[in-house]
C-alpha cells in the first residue's frame, strides 16, 4: 500500500483551515476521522491523501488546489528529510537527499535525477495514476522549497506535467515557475540550469546534516522493512525508463532472491511477476499512446510482438489500441 507520513497529510488539513475549511468536517468526508486518534508517526494511505485533495479542490474552487497548498510547502512538512534539505551545504547534495529519502514524505512515486550537457532534471513518476492535485503539489513544493533555501527568483527552464490542463490554468503555472509549461507528457519533470547544482543554502550545517543522516536512514529501514516483496518489486519496474528485456531471473537478482525465492514469495501475497509486470505496462500505456505510435508503444512496454501488445489491450481496456488512440485525439482536441 502506497502511503504518506502524517505529517505531510496533516499538512493539507492546515492549509485548509487557513481556508476556513473544518478539518473534522474534511476527516469525516473522506471517511477517515480515526485520523485524530493515530500515533505520531504513522502512515496515511494514498487513498485518503487523494481524497483529500480533491475535496479541497472541490471546497475551495480552485483548479489548481494542488498548486497553490505546493507554495506554502513548509520544511516541517516533510519531516526529518525537511530539515535534512535544509542543513544541505548545495542544491545538489539537497537534491541527492531528496531522491534517497523521498519515501519518507510520500511513498507513492519515484523520484530520479536526469543530466545532460545542457540541463539537469528531477522526473516523478507515480506508481498509481493519480490526481492531478497530488502531481501539482509536489512539483510545486520542490520549487518552492529550493526558492525558500537559496532564493526566490530561482527560475526551471520547463515544467513537464502528464496531466491535461486548461490554457488558464497552464498560463498561471507558467507565470509562478516563469517557465514554459508542457501539459499532456510522457512524465512528469522539472528541467534547470546546471549551474544551479553548485548554490548554496544559507542554511548549510555539516554537523547537524550527518545527524540528521542517520536518522533518515533508520526511519527509510524501518519503512522498507514493512514493504511487501510485490510492493518493492513494483518499486524496481517503476525506476526503469522502459520495460525492454525485463524478466523475473533479472527482477529477482535485483531484489537479492533466486527466481524460485521470489515466485514463492509473491503467491504468499497472492500475486505475481506476471501480474505486476501487466499492472505496470498498462499504467504506462495511455501516457506513452498520446506520444508514440502503436508500434514504438508496445516495444517501450517489453512485447515482444504487436498482436501480444493487441490481446493485453484489449484485456485492459475491452477495445482495439488503434481505437482507443483515436479517442485520445479526440479528447485532446476538445480540450484546448
Not at 491523501?49 to 505546493?70: C, D, R, V
Not at 517503476?238 to 528485456?245: A, C, E, I, R, Y
Not at 489491450?313 to 480540450?335: D, E, N
Request: charged residues 20%.
Amino acid at each position: 500500500m502506497t502511503t504518506t507520513s502524517d505529517l505531510y497529510f496533516s499538512s493539507v488539513l492546515s492549509y485548509l483551515a487557513l481556508n476556513n475549511v473544518d478539518k473534522h468536517e474534511c476527516l469525516a468526508a473522506i471517511n477517515f476521522s480515526e485520523f485524530d486518534t493515530l500515533a505520531k508517526g504513522s502512515r496515511v494511505s494514498v487513498a485518503h491523501y487523494q481524497a483529500l485533495l480533491q475535496l479541497g479542490e472541490s471546497l475551495t474552487g480552485q483548479s489548481l488546489f494542488g498548486f497553490y497548498l505546493g507554495q506554502e510547502i513548509r520544511t516541517a512538512d516533510y519531516g526529518v528529510l525537511g530539515y535534512l534539505v535544509e542543513s544541505s551545504d548545495t542544491l545538489q547534495n539537497a537534491i541527492t537527499a531528496l531522491l534517497q529519502y523521498d519515501s519518507l514524505v510520500a511513498d507513492i512515486g519515484k523520484a530520479q535525477y536526469l543530466q545532460d550537457h545542457h540541463k539537469a532534471s528531477i522526473r516523478w513518476t507515480p506508481y498509481n495514476q493519480l490526481c492531478k492535485q497530488t502531481v501539482l503539489r509536489n512539483m510545486t513544493a520542490w520549487v518552492a522549497v529550493v526558492r525558500k533555501l537559496i532564493n526566490p527568483s530561482l527560475t526551471p527552464l520547463q515544467l513537464q506535467l502528464v496531466h491535461t490542463l486548461s490554457e488558464p490554468d497552464c498560463a498561471q503555472l507558467a507565470a509562478w515557475f516563469k517557465c514554459p509549461v508542457k501539459t499532456n507528457c510522457e512524465f512528469n519533470q522539472i528541467d534547470f540550469p546546471l549551474a544551479y547544482l553548485d548554490l548554496h543554502f544559507a542554511s548549510d550545517n555539516p554537523m547537524m546534516h550527518q545527524v540528521l543522516k542517520q536518522l533518515s536512514l533508520e526511519q527509510l529501514n524501518q519503512l522498507h522493512s514493512k514493504q511487501t516483496v510485490a510492493q518493492r518489486l513494483l518499486s524496481i519496474l517503476m525506476s526503469k525508463t522502459d520495460l525492454l528485456g525485463l524478466n523475473q531471473e533479472r527482477i529477482a537478482a535485483a531484489l537479492n532472491f533466486t527466481p524460485r525465492t521470489l515466485q514463492r514469495r509473491l503467491q504468499q501475497e497472492n500475486t505475481s511477476y506476471a501480474l505486476l509486470l501487466d499492472q505496470e505496462r498498462k499504467r504506462r500505456c495511455e501516457q506513452l499512446m498520446q506520444k508514440y505510435k502503436l508500434g514504438a508503444v508496445a516495444a517501450e512496454l517489453g512485447f515482444n510482438e504487436q498482436s501480444s501488445f493487441n490481446r493485453a489491450f484489449l484485456r485492459w481496456y475491452g477495445c482495439k489500441p488503434s481505437i482507443y488512440k483515436k479517442q485520445l485525439q479526440a479528447q485532446s482536441q476538445i480540450s484546448y
